[in-house]
């Protein structure tokens, strides 16, 4: 910041600027216009392009202008003027226009020059809309001077200088300041910086303003304490912003608080704005621990901008004196708050500094869900959602609490092998665990979801998981290759008892084998018909045919040519013995 005291600075007995927005097109202009009264414009004014046929003549001692003077430059040649625009005419004459320098089209603004009432239509004349030098179009609104008693910044000068992080859409600023006295913190400003002179920027920013305090003396991150209050808004257009924040802050003297604004654009990355660099004319300065940024809006992203830029970021607190003689705030402890229907419970609201008192005034959004009476006794009616507000009359200050009515009861379904039982409880009371539930031929293993030890402002549901207390396995067989017209029988071995309800059962990869499964389902008789490997397995499966546990169990069958003529003659003489010797040899 400049060097240079406050009171040669600012003279803020006329009032505080609490707006100046660059405008974006016609319309932006005339809306203003309407809603501000006056728009300031810089043009480039060549006196030869303006035809000025107005005759001033006195009568009766009044000086009357008669005629029209109308600008339009078709360039940028001149000298820079500022002016003001007042109203304007979408029909006004292109033919009040100079023969040689004239537009297309009807059309022109009204403006007020800073020449006196003798030059042009008494200080007045029309600028042509499609006049090409008009820049930077800008509206102005300001606030009586006693709003605000202090203002703390470090921008002295503003901003000359725009940094951005392409990889980002969101970043962020502050500035951490002391409070000099016992005061109020009424309002933040700051600049933005969009799409209407800096084309890689959305139009519309959202803004999150965020205030921290209690710094300690230590701090490195404006961010590192207490947060004290927040809110959203958005700003469309370039400029300077002023917004209010709804509930004062109280400020001690000598405590450290920080302002954190943090952009976001949609789909572009928001500019930080800061001091710029230094020339002949304008000097900055910057302390280590004043101005602090984030190019990704992380906390822990913050970096000092005086170390890294050397100057600060343009963010300002309003403040509002104390007197020690009105309350400095009011504040609901709880942000939200969980009852039942039926309940009838007392809603705390805190008055700052403590002693001070207040006549306070309380409101419910929804009548129909919870009625609250002049001293904060609450009646919960219905079910859903409302919130309770309170305010200090004859005060800007208030407080919001979140209340949600619950049923009368809030239910916890316990299921245990699709049985269920409900227990009843009220939000807050601690849960009472039912015994380990049974399950024949399994193992329980906890229940589907952590058990939280209070009940939510939720019904709860939990199922019991177990886990087969047995599993089946294949015994091994004497030999895992059979011939072609052999048979084996395997076995299927149970370690623990299975459930009444379940059963056994047999399956193979393939057809190379006929099965024949016993009743109970513990043997099955395999007997080769195709040459191959096969893999059975055995399950355990619910009623249901859900699964539970297997086994596997891997068997070759020798079902070649040769093998089913021996498998033939066994069948036909029912002993080896009566094939020749020759034969068998031959074959085998």
């Known amino acids: 910041m400049g060097h240079y005291e406050e009171s040669e600075r600012y003279n803020h007995s006329a009032g505080w600027l609490s707006e100046a927005i660059l405008l974006n097109t016609t319309s932006d202009i005339k809306n203003a216009i309407v809603t501000n009264g006056a728009v300031q414009i810089g043009i480039y004014y060549n006196p030869n392009k303006l035809n000025n046929t107005v005759k001033h003549i006195t009568q009766n001692n009044e000086i009357i202008s008669e005629g029209s003077c109308a600008y339009y430059n078709n360039s940028s040649d001149g000298f820079g003027h500022a002016v003001i625009i007042v109203g304007w005419d979408d029909e006004y004459p292109k033919e009040n226009f100079k023969n040689d320098c004239r537009p297309k089209e009807n059309g022109a603004w009204l403006c007020k020059n800073s020449w006196g009432t003798l030059w042009g239509e008494d200080g007045l004349f029309w600028i042509s809309y499609e006049n090409s030098d008009l820049v930077n179009p800008m509206t102005f609104a300001c606030v009586s001077s006693d709003s605000y008693d202090n203002i703390y910044q470090y921008d002295g000068f503003g901003f000359n200088r725009c940094i951005t992080a392409k990889q980002f859409n969101t970043s962020a600023v502050g500035n951490v300041f002391t409070s000099n006295q016992a005061e109020v913190l009424e309002a933040i400003g700051f600049y933005t910086y969009q799409q209407s002179i800096y084309p890689q920027c959305s139009t519309v920013v959202d803004i999150e303003i965020g205030i921290y305090k209690n710094l300690n003396d230590d701090y490195t991150n404006p961010t590192s304490s207490t947060l ?51 020339t002949d004319i304008l000097k900055y300065h910057a302390n280590i621990g004043e101005s602090f940024i984030s190019l990704s809006s992380k906390s822990s992203d913050f970096f000092d901008s005086a170390k890294k830029y050397g100057g600060n970021v343009c963010v300002k607190a309003f403040t509002k004196d104390y007197d020690g003689s009105s309350i400095m705030g009011i504040e609901i402890p709880s942000k939200e708050c969980f009852f039942h229907v039926g309940d009838i419970e007392y809603l705390e609201a805190v008055i700052k500094p403590m002693g001070k008192k207040a006549d306070l005034q309380w409101e419910s959004s929804n009548t129909d869900i919870v009625v609250v009476d002049s001293n904060g006794i609450i009646r919960c009616i219905g079910e859903g959602d409302a919130f309770l507000t309170v305010s200090a009359c004859r005060t800007p200050y208030s407080s919001s609490c979140r209340v949600k009515v619950l049923p009368e009861f809030l239910k916890i379904e316990w299921i245990t092998d699709n049985k269920s039982t409900i227990d009843q409880y009220k939000y807050g009371d601690k849960i009472r665990m039912p015994a380990i539930p049974n399950k024949n031929g399994y193992k329980f293993i906890g229940w589907s979801a952590e058990v939280p030890e209070t009940m939510p402002p939720y019904d709860l549901k939990f199922k019991a998981n177990f886990i087969p207390d047995f599993k089946p396995s294949i015994r091994t067989p004497s030999t895992t290759t059979i011939k072609y017209g052999d048979a084996i029988i395997l076995h299927a071995d149970i370690s623990g008892a299975i459930p009444n309800d379940a059963k056994i059962v047999w399956e193979a990869s393939n057809s190379n084998f006929d099965m024949t499964v016993s009743a109970n389902g513990q043997t099955c008789q395999i007997t080769p018909k195709a040459s191959g490997t096969t893999v059975f397995t055995v399950k355990i499966v619910e009623s249901d045919g859900t699964f539970i546990s297997s086994d596997t169990q891997e068997m070759i069958s020798k079902a070649g040519f040769f093998t089913k003529i021996i498998a033939f003659f066994k069948k036909l003489f029912g002993s080896n013995k009566i094939i020749p010797y020759a034969l068998k040899n031959m074959i085998e």
């Open 228 to 278: 004290a209050a927040t809110f959203n808004t958005s700003v469309e257009y370039s400029g300077y912003h002023t917004f209010k924040i709804p509930n004062p802050i109280p400020l001690n003297k000598g405590e450290k608080y920080s302002v954190i604004i943090t952009m976001k654009s949609a789909e572009n990355t928001p500019v930080i704005l800061l001091e710029g660099n230094e």
